[in-house]
């Protein structure tokens, strides 16, 4: 098991630190990741914030133009990519979407279960 500071070393030295691409499905999913691994260092906050900036999209970046904290940052990343209205939309255009694979109907009614699961969970 690592200590803060071994873990520390090993992650600035192989860069694991997670990357963000943009989607609104997996914005809480990245920061519950980057928090669990990237905040427990206890890096210095300009450096994390750094690191941040290298593993989000542009859009996100350009958000951060001129930003000091990361507190400031986790606050703009939210409003930016925890739309409540456009993540309910895309939801929905996935469940509308789902394709099943299965061609008996019980497995068709699991197979449907468990996206509409994971689209909670998402969501």
């Known amino acids: 098991m690592y200590s803060n500071a071994s873990f520390g070393k090993f992650l600035l030295r192989n860069r694991q630190e997670p990357s963000f691409n943009?989607?609104?499905?997996?914005?809480?999913?990245?920061?519950?990741?980057?928090?669990?691994?990237?905040?427990?260092?206890?890096?210095?906050?300009?450096?994390e914030l750094d690191l941040m900036k290298e593993n989000i999209p542009e859009e996100g970046k350009k958000r951060l133009y001129?930003?000091?904290?990361?507190?400031?940052?986790?606050?703009?990343?939210?409003?930016?990519?925890?739309?409540?209205?456009?993540?309910?939309?895309k939801l929905k255009c996935k469940l509308r979407n789902v394709k099943l694979k299965a061609s008996e109907e019980h497995d068709q009614v699991k197979e449907l279960y468990l996206e509409v699961d994971y689209l909670v969970k998402i969501g």
């Open 22 to 47: 943009g989607d609104e499905l997996e914005y809480t999913e990245w920061k519950k990741k980057w928090t669990s691994i990237v905040s427990v260092i206890k890096a210095p906050p300009s450096y």
């Open 66 to 89: 001129n930003c000091e904290s990361l507190t400031q940052a986790w606050n703009i990343l939210d409003s930016v990519f925890q739309d409540e209205n456009l993540i309910a939309q």
